[in-house]
């Protein structure tokens, strides 16, 4: 019994020895130009998930009517397009600079259209770290969140007053 826990610690030690010995000597690659590590976007997407969690299934209190998508069309285009891009037109040069890459969110993309609206506030309001998403928590008001979050979840079936707005220069 003392040799297999003497085995097995020792094991784990050679792991721990060999994963500091991979990082500090140029085996993990850090620059925004390189993909992801093994296993990243597992991990990042189980750990978003859960950050997440119930937040996900919270509904919107208002409702996705074109008085609230116009609205959250002018916080979109005051806040986010300059990352996230704007309506049929390619992606921020800005946005590959990072990495993970900031997407585009409206079409031609499909944006977060398939995500649960209670994600999509979630996200806007705590923001994500080690990626460029900002919390607006204290910089939008919860209202302008859902607006926003709405916008972005109806952003493939936009009534064309909100698609006419979105091509207009953003009011400041």
């Given amino acids: 019994m003392i040799k297999f826990l003497f085995g097995l610690i020792f094991?784990?030690?050679?792991l721990l020895l060999a994963g500091y010995f991979f990082t500090t000597r140029g085996g993990l690659y850090m620059g925004t130009k390189g993909g992801p590590l093994p296993m990243e976007r597992f991990v990042v997407?189980?750990?978003?998930?859960?950050?997440?969690?119930?937040?996900?299934?919270?509904?919107s209190p208002l409702h996705a009517d074109e008085a609230n998508l116009l609205a959250g069309a002018k916080v979109y285009q005051q806040s986010c397009a300059g990352c996230h891009g704007k309506l049929d037109q390619p992606a921020s040069p800005m946005g590959k600079k990072f990495y993970p890459h900031i997407p585009q969110l409206l079409p031609p993309s499909k944006g977060v259209t398939d995500d649960p609206v209670g994600a999509t506030h979630w996200v806007v309001k705590n923001g994500i770290r080690f990626s460029a998403m900002a919390s607006f928590e204290g910089t939008l008001t919860d209202n302008e969140i859902w607006q926003v979050s709405q916008f972005l979840r109806n952003a493939d079936k936009l009534p064309p007053p909100v698609q006419d707005s979105l091509r207009q220069s953003p009011v400041q």
Avoid: F, R, V
């Avoid at 094991?11 to 050679?14: A, K, N, V």
């Fill in 11 to 14: 094991g784990i030690g050679l």
């Fill in 45 to 59: 997407n189980k750990a978003l998930d859960a950050s997440i969690g119930p937040s996900a299934q919270d509904q």
